[in-house]
């Protein structure tokens, strides 16, 4: 029998943070994997520039296996959208995990499933989150796995976060086979993947600034 991942779209959602995860996920024979939204059909990413389709709406999946909710501008309306986070919360009563990326969290946490527990996303959004009930860490991937939550920080965690899915899932061996069939095995020419290693360059202050500037034309 097939899992069913569910993945979140939205208008103006951040692509890596569900593309990521579904790269990992759909690799696996026994999983299925469904993306939802308010309605069927095409969904914006936050700069208009990629459609995503959506093949059902959120009550169509009532009940996943795994839910992911993606990050991108696009939650801010989302943490006060009933009808989004009654699904949330319908589908994590009867989820095997209930997963964030980046500020999807926000989500998780507006729907009430963070309250109390630690719980990451983006680095920028820390006050957000800390907002919706969770305590906030700045760790890639934390798991609450007796309450089947996991949340991941920024964009590209969420692939870390889908390795360590299939593990839990299935198996280790099964993770590794995902990590080498999409051949993830980093070698940036920079290191400024945190704010603690950007800052620590003799330049940091310029790099913060610089995302500061490119931010501000996705508001």
Not at 31 to 40: E, K, M, P, S
Not at 59 to 78: K, S
Not at 199 to 216: I, Y
Request: glycine share 8%.
């Amino acid at each position: 029998m097939s899992l069913q991942v569910a993945i979140a779209l939205f208008p103006r959602f951040t692509a890596l943070d569900g593309i990521g995860p579904y790269e990992v996920l759909q690799r696996i024979p026994e999983v299925d994997v469904t993306f939802v939204g308010h309605r069927r059909g095409e969904v914006r990413s936050e700069n208009g520039f990629l459609g995503i389709t959506a093949d059902a709406e959120f009550e169509e999946i009532a009940h996943p296996d795994v839910l992911i909710f993606p990050g991108g501008v696009g939650t801010r309306p989302l943490v006060k959208d009933e009808r989004v986070l009654h699904w949330v919360r319908t589908a994590h009563a009867t989820t095997r995990f209930t997963t964030s990326v980046c500020t999807g969290s926000l989500v998780l946490g507006a729907a009430g499933l963070l309250d109390g527990l630690t719980a990451t996303t983006h680095w920028a959004a820390y006050a957000e989150l800390e907002a919706q009930g969770a305590t906030p860490t700045a760790a890639r991937v934390v798991e609450h796995l007796d309450q089947r939550i996991i949340t991941a920080a920024g964009v590209s965690s969420g692939i870390d976060m889908a390795l360590r899915l299939v593990e839990l899932l299935f198996d280790d061996v099964a993770a590794r086979a995902c990590q080498l069939m999409i051949e993830y095995d980093p070698q940036p020419p920079f290191d400024s993947g945190s704010v603690a290693k950007a800052q620590a360059a003799a330049d940091g202050d310029a790099v913060l600034q610089r995302v500061m500037a490119f931010a501000a034309h996705r508001q």
